[in-house]
């Protein structure tokens, strides 16, 4: 059975993993003190620009996101999120367990902007309610599009002249800088918001994402609240290592294209089949409408995630692909494809 | 300047005052082992025909819903309340302060159905996901609306069919129990919900609500949480005497049926001028659209809550009533309203 | 049964009922926006001659310390308090639970010093370790004991070398400037603390204490915690109105020295009959050590706590005396006393 | 420069590193649920002789410690520990940030027995202090030192018969296990606590610990809080392959008695040289009384833990061996040292 479920099903990259392996080797300091960490923050703050970036290194998503933002916002302050946002629906509440609410705003493709922020800001207004102040988007989004330069500037924007933090989550930041609309380069992630972070887990790496603070007033102290949360690892270099093979020789957008091209031949045999699309494909996240027999037939012989009933006709499926998806597991798939729909 | 904003602008309803002034000359034990509140709490139990509620003195609403609800829930289960609901809104995240996230339906009338729950059920399914645990509503609602008998016991059952508890905000209580439409009784909400509370503040107290335990196998140490979130008043039987003597002789019923009649008032007045509401006006709050200019005029000499915009043409503006709202205030908006929409 | 139990056991000194009965005929603002709220703070601004101070009504001890070091502290950082102190023991954890650790040390009299606080900021040197950040106390202390002027500035200077916030717990602060050995002033306090309360709960009121911010930095937002943790009174004038007597001809400090004299009255009892204290006997607080069978016989008849064993032959009672102990009591608790020593 | 800081200063084991390596070809289930997973967890029931343990693989210490206690307490309960414990010392307020407050007790050697908890359980007797309810343990505890099997059947009847929980922190258990005096079994670990660690970072894993419910009416739910706390790896087989391995062959036992083995052969170099211990050396840690001067020249030629001052003329130093200390290490430090000594 094939596998379009999702994009961390295979360990890691070769190349990640000869650098992990190159470690066993050495005595290393613990905690994050060691020169493989201090070499891999350098070479992000070259590829970011930004020599004065603080940089973090972390064992996943939601305990980045925890973390990160339990770290800047005081107890009556809130985050602001598309409804589908991660943090709202699948961090199993991981942002209030720290104390915080996430306020929703309900988009269509999981994008946020200043027009759709202004109405919670305004409505917010007396200590009867809670101080919106840090602004949560992921690029891509959960819906796999992706945000323009433009679009991230005027968000940055807006956050600035409203006090807001603008948080930017980059579990999936490689399909994003690698996706054919896009027009965002690393320098202008470290130039467009205030923190955000370079995901590991969904490009090859067997754990680990890169924390970067732009604004380092926020940052201050931020080990503390790492170790407080657990989101020290005892051998940081682990993750460091890896973060720094795919920050060289743009493997990292490399990986990223890699995904989204085996997406975009999926789409092609959609689009072929005349089927329609729940949210713009720009990377790895296809959402497709299926008639409500082929979805079943579909879910019977892959594993793909269920979305729900687009209509009482039509069932929307998620195909994920990965770094590590190979042409052959598109080609029988479109073969098999091909039957179902003849 | 008059003043329809709220109903908790006056400090007591004489009888309380006097049995609270009777106090004065006794000796009694902190912590709420005096006796004073152990009548009340007999007191109560008759009234709701129920000889095991656990019930405990409280010194207003939020610190009562958010003791009751982080007292009963599992760090990882959530509240599921109407969007309106008041601690989604109006209690500063208090409830997220626990670390719990509050799960929102949106809906028209403010109230809850089996219906409109369900789906958060359905989707909140594997442990990526917040476990929904605690159906949250109030009686009256935010939007001054009330349950019926039938309405709260199918909902009631519903919980029980899904191992979810079922909480009753009854800050507003009384004017729940005392609205033209109502068919509850206090032995109704000690069978169809698992803990709610009668509220005093907002019904002649000067502070106080009584928190009733009916499923006693959530409420075990609640002391303990009580006293971890400041809500053991030293002196707990200020609050007792009162709620003693408003489930006295009616008095709880009657002051909620005044503050419903002057409510009923206004309501004759916009309804004879063509106006409409935004929710249907069963109690003491009145959610009423004005023409724009109209609104302007209203909130130049009144002191009423402005709501929001209807539309382009209209403004939503609350006018609430209270126990100890007089007929002369009514006579006097009246008048000067007559003037104005001539 | 005679009853030393405390100092909350009877309603409220009769001059502030009569200013809180005085408010009955008023229409007032909600949540500390009236009249009584700001004359009673300016009122307390003069007192402390300190035009700036920031100032909040708070309905008891437990919440007003939870919510105030929890709105100060950063999620890492820690409280100091004596092993005695009542945030350590008798909060149930109430700071904790707003997630911050209390670091405690051994104090032979309740109060702390530079000396004592030093190796604690010696030790927590990095960031596995929790960062101190606010030293809290009591004055009185736990033990009944007081802190001399030199003592509170000496500690004050300490703290504002190392960045660490002092934080006065006045639960009893009337019995501390009351004290014969006191030399401290309302200003002192205003000076010498960043922010402190005047506990009104065991000095005459029924509820409600004034907490006072010197350092204002810190109260920045400080009305959205307390909506948030339940603290906002609907009808905050209750305590105002109190507050505003106790504060008015010097009634504080009046009740203050009657409590104290009271407990003078039977120190010099049980000094007569040769027995010592487990603390310097300074204020309204006395922890006798009984011979054991005497320590039974009273406890057998007046209502006193337990604190425990000195040693095999001795057992330590607290005698606590109030506002409200008459002479009377004392005379018939020194008569009976008088033939069980015989 | 040498280093014997700590035992987490090398990547991984070869076999570990192999069987990971093995992980690459495989397209394998995210969240735990892929085969690598469920195989560890049969091999690890096994070895315990307990087919109904409940088991999940972590990524550290302070995240297991955190996730699992906080899931376990209810809001108000709190944790008794050494107060040299890892939870009350070196996690930055983990615990507390959850919550929950850890009550300490002096120890001499760092380990819980019921006549010290008993003190605690008796004074925390009513609602105005938490609820003692879960027992905090290491093995080996912080200072070095072990449990033996009379001392931790004792304590957990004694946890039994109070309702309170035994957990065992075992990030050194195979030290503890392989230790000389050691007569510990692992069936023992599950029939003597309700839920322990098995530590894999320290011994020989890059990360990852296995937490062990043998109660498992405390783990009911236990993947909702690990995920909120970011405790779930997407990859978790990460951990499970090299747990796999260390319980296989005995590897595990073996790594710890050669981490022992090493402190040995340094054990026998300082007492020739006269030295004193502050805790009996059982383990792989060290903890050494040098005069300050020799203190002083070990602290400019090695990376060890300088403890604090014994006296003031001695200080106390941690060496610490591990998994990877070579026999080389300790002859060349052996050589250093008899010079310095001469």
């Not at 703050?45 to 973090?56: N, V």
């Not at 503390?224 to 973060?243: E, R, Y």
Request: charged share 20%; net charge neutral; aromatic share 10%.
């Amino acid at each position: 059975m094939y596998n379009f479920t999702n994009d961390y099903n295979e360990t890691a990259h070769r190349d990640l993993l000869k650098a992990f392996s190159n470690t066993a080797n050495q005595k290393l300091t613990g905690y994050g003190f060691d020169e493989c960490c201090i070499k891999a923050k350098e070479n992000i703050r070259k590829q970011l620009k930004s020599p004065s970036a603080d940089i973090h290194f972390m064992s996943g998503g939601t305990i980045t996101n925890l973390t990160a933002i339990s770290h800047i916002l005081k107890p009556y302050q809130a985050v602001i999120a598309a409804d589908s946002g991660h943090v709202n629906v699948h961090e199993t509440g991981a942002i209030e367990a720290t104390g915080h609410k996430v306020l929703t705003v309900k988009t269509t493709d999981g994008k946020l902007t200043p027009e759709l922020i202004e109405p919670i800001l305004t409505f917010h207004c007396d200590e009867h309610m809670v101080q919106p102040k840090l602004v949560y988007i992921s690029n891509t989004t959960e819906l796999g599009t992706i945000y323009s330069k433009q679009e991230l500037k005027k968000l940055y924007q807006f956050c600035q002249k409203n006090q807001l933090y603008l948080y930017l989550d980059g579990a999936r930041l490689a399909m994003a800088l690698a996706a054919k609309d896009n027009d965002l380069t690393f320098p202008d992630l470290a130039k467009y918001t205030d923190v955000f972070y370079i995901g590991g887990t969904k490009v090859g790496a067997f754990a680990g994402e890169a924390l970067v603070f732009n604004d380092t007033t926020i940052s201050q102290d931020f080990r503390f609240s790492m170790k407080q949360k657990g989101a020290i690892l005892a051998k940081s270099w682990i993750v460091a290592v890896q973060i720094n093979v795919l920050m060289q020789n743009n493997l990292y957008l490399e990986l990223g294209l890699h995904s989204n091209n085996m997406a975009g031949k999926l789409k092609t045999i959609f689009e072929n089949a005349g089927l329609t699309f729940a949210a713009k494909p720009q990377s790895n996240q296809l959402f497709v409408n299926f008639p409500n027999a082929l979805a079943e037939k579909i879910l019977n012989y892959y594993r793909v995630d269920k979305i729900g009933q687009t209509d009482s006709k039509y069932t929307c499926l998620r195909f994920c692909t990965s770094w590590a998806t190979q042409d052959e597991e598109i080609k029988k798939f479109a073969k098999q494809f091909q039957k179902w729909i003849e």
